[in-house]
């Protein structure tokens, strides 16, 4: 059972929007603004999509936006596109011993 | 340009000792504020931090292996190693390498390919 709890699947249209939760406690996700969506598409490593709630690294697409309202963040996709299709997985640092925590994963599909 | 690519035994044997080895170029491990973590991923499940380790050698471990785990580093070579002791089948997982600034951006930026270890007799 992961720290963090996240929708196991979620599924949209091309051109809509869809929205993944990743759901904590004030000793993550609600305590710090330390966040990360990491994307997965099968048969590869994580891709860091967005950090410290809302910042997008260099060469991530702008549809791609994170926010935080107490412990839960989330990661919102708009204008989805078939390549978008994929695990989508949200971490946070914790001030438990355990310094970083992950969720279950999301499967995000593009209909 | 920051790469990093895990190695090891793709098969190891219930109770036997797991040493994986991450090699990394694009980045010193000598850096302040540089760290390096690992992170496994069984088959068909979610990503698990098992170790980071900074440039001043400190280190952290996950509260539930730390006594199986050793991570230690060589700067001069690049290089990250992870021991893990008395592998079990549940250790079956997809380990990865990662690069890190974590003390000032609490995540993993850069990840290796990963490395499949089966743990079968």
């Known amino acids: 059972q992961s720290a963090l709890t996240q929708p196991a699947s979620v599924s949209g249209s091309p051109g809509q929007s869809i929205t993944i939760s990743c759901t904590g406690t004030s000793s993550d996700v609600g305590g710090y603004n330390y966040v990360s969506w990491y994307q997965q598409h099968p048969g590869k490593a994580p891709k860091l999509m967005i950090y410290?709630?809302?910042n997008r690294p260099s060469g991530v697409s702008n549809r791609f936006s994170g926010s935080k309202s107490g412990n839960t963040a989330s990661l919102t996709i708009s204008g989805l596109q078939a390549e978008d299709e994929a695990d989508y997985y949200c971490s946070s640092y914790t001030s438990s011993s355990s310094l970083v925590v992950f969720g279950g994963g999301t499967k995000l599909t593009v209909l | 340009q920051i790469t990093l690519k895990e190695s090891g035994p793709t098969l190891v044997k219930p109770t036997q000792t797991l040493t994986l080895t991450c090699t990394f170029s694009g980045f010193s491990l000598s850096t302040s504020g540089v760290g390096v973590g690992w992170i496994r991923q069984p088959p068909g499940k979610a990503l698990e931090w098992l170790a980071l380790?900074?440039?001043?050698?400190?280190?952290r471990y996950s509260p539930s292996l730390k006594s199986r785990l050793t991570i230690t580093k060589d700067t001069s070579k690049n290089q990250v190693v992870l021991t893990m002791t008395n592998m079990d089948p549940v250790d079956t997982a997809t380990y990865y390498c990662?690069?890190?600034?974590?003390?000032?951006?609490?995540?993993?930026?850069?990840w290796g390919q990963g490395t499949l270890v089966t743990v079968s007799s």
């Open positions: 410290d709630v809302s």
């Open positions: 990662a690069h890190s600034l974590w003390l000032v951006r609490r995540n993993f930026d850069y």
């Open positions: 380790i900074y440039w001043n050698d400190d280190k």
